[in-house]
């Protein structure tokens, strides 16, 4: 698959990098919209393929009392709007066969979380849709171990596949970003993406509620674009420290262009 053959992506001849952007997950109904324009208007400047991301819920939380959504439907026809508002691509996140089928009727690309990346029935699903899919490297996999994933939704006869690394374990409550891993996805044919801001993640800290890094956000994007990244993931929030969600390790919207900036220049300089 190649960035330009994605459905309704803009400016996808102008040789930039593909940047999927948005909140964690849809907080209420004007938040992802305003974030969307924002992002959108940084996307035209600058001539980037831009895919709006947000989860309409969130089944992966550590406590039993963190957020995880303001209703499926709901959420999702908030998404789907956003798309038709501006005439862009929009993304979610799966977790069941069952949410496949109900998401695809939305969203424009699935994507499949890392701890699922080896959930064959979920995979074979989602494949079923025709949809593009974008898989997160589970960090607990490597970078060589990816291509039985991406095997499971060629065997569906969906060619639409792009691969996302996020980083990997580092002992308990940390992650690290291995750029070998770009090159050695890339092998497989397909776009590979790094979600910056995932990747920067300090997970199962003792309060229940994940850390994160995010003064690190510009220095592992820049790493990204220079060791051959074909996209950046990164989600952004106007104020991440209400966040309802990956607060931690959000970047603030304001600082959004700046960073983008500076990508597109190393992304020239190459």
């Known amino acids: 698959m190649e960035i330009q053959e994605i459905p309704g992506i803009r400016h996808a001849d102008s ?18 919209i305003q974030i969307a324009e924002r992002i959108m208007k940084i996307s035209d400047t600058y001539r980037i393929p831009f ?10 939380r550590s406590r039993s009392d963190s957020f995880s959504g303001i209703g499926d439907e709901k959420a999702l026809r908030i998404i789907h709007r956003i798309g038709e508002m501006f005439g862009i691509p929009v993304l979610t996140d799966i977790h069941t066969e069952r949410e496949t089928e109900i998401a695809a009727e939305f969203v424009d690309i699935l994507q499949i979380p890392a701890f699922l990346c080896r959930q064959t029935d979920l995979l074979i699903a989602a494949g079923k849709t025709g949809r593009p899919i974008n898989i997160k490297k589970g960090q607990f996999v490597s970078a060589g171990s990816m291509k039985f994933a991406v095997e499971k939704i060629y065997q ?3 060619k639409q596949v792009m691969l996302t690394e996020r980083g990997t374990t580092f002992g308990y409550n940390d992650l690290i970003v291995d750029f070998r891993n770009i090159p050695e996805m890339q ?26 890094r995010p003064d690190l956000i510009a220095t592992i994007s820049r790493a990204s674009i220079a060791a051959g ?16 969600s990956d607060g931690a390790n959000m970047l603030r919207l304001d600082l959004l ?9 190393i992304r020239k300089a190459l």
């Open 15 to 32: 040789g930039n990098f593909l940047f999927i952007a948005g909140p964690c997950v849809v907080e209420n109904e004007t938040m992802p």
């Open 51 to 60: 895919i709006f991301k947000a989860s309409y819920k969130k089944a992966n």
């Open 156 to 158: 569906t006869g969906n």
């Open 187 to 212: 092998k497989f044919n397909v776009p590979v993406i790094v979600d910056v801001t995932h990747s920067l993640q300090q997970p199962n800290q003792p309060s229940g509620i994940t850390g994160g």
């Open 229 to 244: 990244a074909d996209g950046i993931f990164m989600e952004t929030h106007p104020n991440p420290a209400q966040a309802l």
């Open 257 to 265: 262009e700046s960073v983008i900036e500076s990508l597109v220049r």
